[in-house]
């Protein structure tokens, strides 16, 4: 079971989590208001979150990326916890699960879900796998942004809603940073064990120090897009301003990586997840205490 738990990687499930929630609360005002889907939709991004960890395991092991040398935490197929054969079937599984909950989003929300559902089938396993590994030429980052940032609020405010609004866009962008900020501390701690194994992100393509400022980016450009969002009439002032609060903590995570390196960036990972936690949160409950009385 501690075998297992470690495959699943608990830590990152935030980054599914989060948008999912901001999504389904976004539309909480409205009459066709459904808290089947929203639970229906939880579950399916938290499958394809543990789809998309196990894929990276067993990829990344068998194509050679995952060696003794890693610093990052335990992998188990490399380690040898689980065989290989184990982690692939539990990774087709969780998609099988993935598809098979997703159908009552598809019934629901019809063909544009449909694509989606198709499109995050297919990332979940091209991130590490398939002939053109998405993290292994610079887009995991992008796949980040776009399946937990985008997809994943636009997407589940579609279901509730059957249409799409800028404030959903604006909150999939945000949050989507966010999870691209978790995947560059991922990248830029293994950048010596990625280069020699001819994995090249993000992070290897442009070295540590660019990576740094990309993570400041990341971590603070949210807070201008709500900012720019209630400025513009777009978000209401409760849910941007207690989302506001999570800034000290972007700031706190920011100083730290911008001095820390190696294996001493495992942490930050973690925390990284935890800040989109923090954000949806803040920025959910104040999107509730704005709903008409």
């Known amino acids: 079971m501690q075998s297992w738990i470690l495959a699943i990687r608990p830590r990152t499930l935030p980054a599914a989590i989060g948008p999912l929630l901001i999504g389904n609360i976004l539309a909480l005002h409205l009459e066709q208001f459904s808290y089947t889907i929203a639970c229906i ?171 740094r400022v990309l993570y400041q980016a990341l971590v603070y450009l949210p807070f201008g897009l709500i900012i720019g969002g209630f400025l513009m009439g777009n978000l209401a002032g409760l849910p941007v301003l207690l989302a506001g609060l999570s800034l000290i903590y972007a700031r706190q995570l920011s100083g730290e990586f911008s001095n820390t390196s190696g294996e001493a960036l495992n942490p930050i990972l973690g925390r990284t997840a935890k800040l989109t936690m923090i954000f949806s949160l803040l920025f959910s409950i104040g999107l509730i205490f704005s709903l008409p009385m």
Not at 74 to 84: A, D, E, K, N, W
Not at 110 to 117: Q, R, T
Not at 139 to 146: I, K, N
């Open 41 to 211: 939709s939880m579950l399916c991004a938290i499958l394809l979150q543990i789809a998309v960890n196990l894929a990276n395991d067993y990829f990344d092991f068998k194509n050679g990326i995952d060696t003794e040398e890693r610093v990052g935490p335990v992998r188990v197929t490399q380690s040898g916890m689980l065989s290989p054969s184990s982690v692939r079937n539990a990774m087709v599984i969780c998609l099988l699960l993935a598809l098979l909950v997703g159908s009552a989003l598809i019934f629901h929300g019809g063909w544009p879900i449909a694509i989606l559902a198709v499109a995050s089938l297919l990332g979940a396993v091209c991130y590490s796998g398939g002939p053109y590994p998405l993290a292994s030429h610079g887009l995991g980052e992008v796949a980040a942004f776009v399946f937990f940032g985008l997809v994943a609020v636009v997407g589940s405010y579609y279901l509730q809603a059957g249409d799409t609004s800028t404030s959903a866009w604006l909150l999939g962008s945000a949050i989507g940073m966010f999870n691209a900020a978790i995947m560059l501390v991922n990248n830029t701690r293994d950048i010596q064990t990625d280069t020699k194994a001819g994995k090249n992100t993000l992070a290897v393509k442009i070295g540590q120090a660019q990576a």
